[in-house]
């Protein structure tokens, strides 16, 4: 893949972002390691508002060459970087944001209005991770399955402790024959979030900054451990964000956000949390 740019013409239609809010949120001294390091992996929930600001100031500071994005697929960024997006509503649009199912696009705004740099796509579509399930994790990533070690089985222990963490995400409503897939299809979207990292780092020389849920980020099992694989010498930072000091994972720093009001999303499986 070719990189790929979020249009400058988007950018200078949308106000900058609001430096004053943000003045304050990161520490200097993790901004400082942040501008040390090659990868700079910005975790989040993606729902909270504050998260992206966060990242917005990060990516100001690190000045990335690319930015990896967990919510974009790579048909995605090569639609991007082929049509000019004159306005967010296009941006949405170019994307396909509103099918994708995650948060408003205007939560992310402040982020794509920082980083005026290449855009690379990581995400596993639905019907791609569909698939997988039914086909096998590892056949998803071809060749390179086994270059990311997800041919490899987990130790029995850290089997179990993804699929309780699984089983807890999903409220205790999963059948337990479903939890090893829901691992094995974490473990494959980390992998294709270090692949587009590793192609990112290579075609436009990195820093490179990555937009990702907590989950993937965490160093103790996450892109992390992908990336000291296959790449150790890379200077990896990695930052979580958490709410009123709740966070799961190994991290270089955390940073503390007030949790957002939310239904409960347990209601979707038809339990009250």
Known sequence: MKPLAILAAFLLLVAAPDRGRTAELIPDDTLTDMQA????????????PQHHLVQAQAIEAIAPTAVVWEMVTEEGAQRLAQKAA??????????????????PLSMY?????????????????????????ERGAATALGADAARYGLT???????????????????????????????????RLRDAVLARAILRAA????????VITGNGHARKDRGIPTFLSRLRPGLKVFVLGQSEDGVIDGDFDAVIDSPAVEREDPCKAFGVQN
């Open 37 to 48: 390091a090659d990868i700079v992996i910005l975790g989040e929930i993606h729902d909270n």
């Open 152 to 186: 490899v089985p987990l130790s029995d222990e850290d089997q179990a402790a993804r699929e309780a963490d699984q089983l807890a995400a999903h409220c205790n409503a999963l059948p337990a024959e479903a939890l090893p897939q829901m691992v094995a299809i974490q």
């Open 86 to 103: 004159t306005n967010p509503e296009e941006l949405s649009r170019i994307l396909q944001w509103a099918e994708s199912g995650w948060p």
């Open 202 to 209: 290579d075609e436009t020389g990195g820093p490179v900054a």
């Open 109 to 133: 705004f402040p982020v794509f209005q920082a980083a005026n740099v290449p855009v690379y796509g990581a995400m596993v579509p639905r019907v791609a991770a569909r698939k997988a399930m």
